[in-house]
């Protein structure tokens, strides 16, 4: 019988364990299940590699409440801080293990969670497995003949002196744009609306300069309506009759991620609207089951910081309610290095 099971080995999942660790949970009560061979995977898949990670993403406040925190830092850096808190609080994490069910014993405070490979209890379970496993896809069918020219990360495909169309326009957009232009590549974004209110200034200012350098073309108010296969290139019509059809050697989608609504639906975590219900730190309507980091974060989308602090925020309530914590977690560390 654990005290905790953590569902994702994520900036939420691990800072999650390290909260308990900090509030005296001992390490064998508290276990991570991790689908993916290694922690962070989003990270890994999604940052480009030279990008630079910062504290404020989305414009969020770079404020740290709980036992981790983040200044602004390279994607090295901050998987090496990531593994280093695994490493450092002795912190069980199970890889290549999938979660299927999870199952609320309804006389007692008690779960008992089903993988591919076994069953376990737990007093207190918390998810953590984020939104970029499904990355949002467009609501256009895309012809099956392009599909390794269809990107939706830029780390599966190593894109080099192409003609690329980035469609989005959120940090992520900006990004991939200043990397691909990196890589030597001709880069077009394509962004329905008409500014970059969604950005924060550092990639705002950064697409700016490119758009002024001529190194990227930006299509504000553009709206996709249709990709065929021209010839085994990506041919992409417009709805504005200026722009008609252009083709491409790539398209790479910034589209965010979706909520796993089956999965959470199936464990028994009701919806209010689009989002999943939480109430106070981030308990769902199942007493004990806690979501936290992206799949709390709303529509707006989360943070590493945001991940990081609603850790913290159950933890209050889950030595509240739920566990015998020993210790009071101490206050934020000032970053990953
Ligand atoms: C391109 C891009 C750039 C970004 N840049 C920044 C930035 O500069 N600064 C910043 O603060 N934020 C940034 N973000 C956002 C940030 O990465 C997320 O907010 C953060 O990763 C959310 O953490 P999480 O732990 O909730 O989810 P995730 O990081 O998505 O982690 C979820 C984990 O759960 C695992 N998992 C999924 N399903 C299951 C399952 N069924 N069973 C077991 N495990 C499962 C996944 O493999 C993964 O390891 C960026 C996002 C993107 C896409």
Sequence with gaps: ?????????GPAGISMASEARAAGISPEKILILEKAGEHSFSIKKYYPDNKLVTANYKGFEAACTGVMCLVDSSKHETISYLDRTIRENSITVSYEETVFKIHKHPAEQRFTITTDRGSYDATVVVIAIGILGKPNKPGYRIPPSLRDLILYDVTTTDVAGADVLVVGGGDSASEYCQYLVQKGNRVTLSYRRHDFSRMNDINRQS????????????????N???VKDASGRPAVAFGEALLGSRTYDYVLYALGGTTPRNFLKTIGIEFDGEDPYVKEAHETNVR?????????????????????????????RICREYLKCSAVPPAAKPGPR
Excluded at 207 to 222: D, H, K
């Design 1 to 9: 019988m654990y005290d905790m099971i953590v569902i994702g080995a």
């Design 207 to 222: 697409i700016q300069a490119l758009a002024e350098r001529a190194q990227v073309e930006i299509l504000f108010g553009s």
């Design 224 to 226: 996709i309506t249709a």
């Design 288 to 316: 004990g089951m806690f979501l936290i980091g992206d799949l709390s974060a709303g529509t707006k989308g989360g943070s590493i910081i945001w991940a990081f602090n609603s850790a913290n925020t159950a933890m209050k």
